[in-house]
Nanobody
Framework: QVQLVESGGGLVQPGGSLRLSCAAS????????MGWYRQGPGKQRELVAAISSGGSTLYADSVKGRFTVSRDNAKNTVYLQMNSLKPEDSAVYYC??????????????WGQGTQVTVSS
């Protein structure tokens, strides 16, 4: 099990950028598949981006070319760089981790979420 804590959310204007961070405590972080999910008002939670233990990545079509997921195993941290943000990107963003799960499959570990609001 890992404990996940997100940070970096906030209010940003359309076209702006934010970087979310997810710090993990616990062992074997490097073996975890990590993902970012989001849930907007009245919507189901959806996968935004994921990164495997080997560094392979997966993105939702809606964020391809704008968002980048990365990880630093030395810091037990996964990042989501979000550029060219749109109002429809507004949501609560959740960090997720699963030990040796397939890319795109959510694991059992969730963070508490961080709010991202894109508005002028």
């Amino acid at each position: 099990q890992v404990q996940l804590v997100e940070s970096g959310g906030g209010l940003v204007q359309p076209g702006g950028s934010l970087r979310l961070s997810c710090a993990a405590s616990g062992s074997a972080f490097s073996l975890y598949t990590m993902g970012w999910y989001r849930q907007g008002p009245g919507k189901q939670r959806e996968l935004v981006a994921a990164i495997s233990s080997g560094g392979s990545t997966l993105y939702a079509d809606s964020v391809k070319g704008r968002f980048t997921v990365s990880r630093d195993n030395a810091k037990n941290t996964v990042y989501l760089q979000m550029n060219s943000l749109k109002p429809e990107d507004s949501a609560v963003y959740y960090c997720n981790g699963g030990l040796l799960v397939r890319l795109g499959v959510p694991g059992n570990n969730w963070g508490q979420g961080t709010q991202v609001t894109v508005s002028s």
